[in-house]
């Protein structure tokens, strides 16, 4: 059974901090995305990563791929409170994604 | 607005009712994908339809149904709703092609609460 593990579940962190979420998933995959939702709301779309490698960056985050070790990792660069919500990554197989538990991020000042 | 409309965004039914969610993919998706958010499931794969046709299935109860229509749009529809339907539903559509897929949008979803 496929499974898409992520860790920590929680994190709460002061801003300036540097911190990296891990997903772990036990079956191969061509792409890996990177999902952020802020309560009650819709899963907004972070990264999409298609190969082994593959690192993509945006403002404060930073998302990699390494499909030997199944892994995919986001790294938050001098957190600021903007970016506290929760970060899904998701597998891409079989016609459809199947989502980590995701990690619910608070940055305090 | 990402382009992948839900309606409504809030129902609040009964049990034992039945209920229908309705989504209008983004212009040019070819695919739709129904996902149920709940506290303790987490974000999970319900069904997906390409043009018409039911392409895959996940853990989605005899109870629901879906279909997706010649414009495109989709329906999911809920009946003998227990206390334990009650999640978020969120709509994705993407661009399908032979090639792959590119990506996903998300709808902002309909907060369904049965009492």
């Known amino acids: 059974e496929l499974k898409v593990e992520q860790n920590p579940l929680f994190l709460s962190m002061q801003e300036g901090k540097n911190y990296t979420i891990y997903c772990n998933y036990s079956?191969?995959?061509?792409?890996l995305y990177w999902y952020r939702q802020d309560p009650g709301k819709s899963l907004e779309s972070l990264f999409v990563l298609l190969s082994n490698g593959a690192v993509k960056q945006e403002g404060r985050l930073m998302a990699s791929l390494d499909t030997k070790a199944r892994l995919s990792t986001l790294h938050i660069t001098a957190a600021v409170h903007d970016l506290s919500a929760t970060y899904f990554c998701a597998w891409e197989g079989a016609q459809k994604l199947v989502f980590g538990q995701g990690t619910r991020l608070t940055i305090n000042p | 607005d990402s382009g992948v409309t839900q309606t409504p965004k809030h129902l609040i039914t009964a049990t034992g009712q039945r209920v229908t969610l309705r989504c209008s993919p983004r212009s040019g998706d070819l695919s739709v994908y129904w996902y149920q958010q709940s506290l303790d499931q987490g974000l999970q794969f319900l069904i997906q339809y390409y043009n018409g046709e039911e392409r895959a299935k996940g853990n989605i109860l005899e109870r629901f149904s879906a279909q997706q229509f010649p414009d495109l749009h989709s329906e999911l529809n809920l009946s003998s709703l227990e206390l334990g339907d009650s999640a978020l539903y969120f709509c994705a559509s993407s661009v399908d092609t032979a090639w792959g897929n590119y990506g996903y949008t998300f709808g902002s979803g309909t907060r369904l609460t049965v009492v």
């Open positions: 079956t191969t995959s061509d792409r």
